[in-house]
């Protein structure tokens, strides 16, 4: 769970590090706000890491409810 959000985190700064550096080049296509408008990064990466955590819980859940032993005996 730790590694996917890290990985999330991370694609995120990236993310946002990326589209704030070619924001000039989509100004032009832009209506009603700005390519630097705050609001919407933060809003895009909540909704990124909301994403994430459900993505990599979801599978630890499902991995910490089994019984190892019967995973070891079925590999």
Known sequence: ????????????????LGSWG??????????GVTA???LIYIISVLIILIMVLVA???PAARAASSDP???????
């Open 1 to 16: 769970l730790i590694s996917g959000v890290r990985l999330g985190l991370a694609g995120c700064a990236l993310g946002v």
């Open 22 to 31: 070619s924001a000039r080049m989509v100004q032009t296509f832009l209506f």
């Open 36 to 38: 630097t408008d705050p």
């Open 56 to 58: 990599s819980a979801v």
């Open 69 to 75: 032993i019967d995973a070891l005996r079925s590999a």
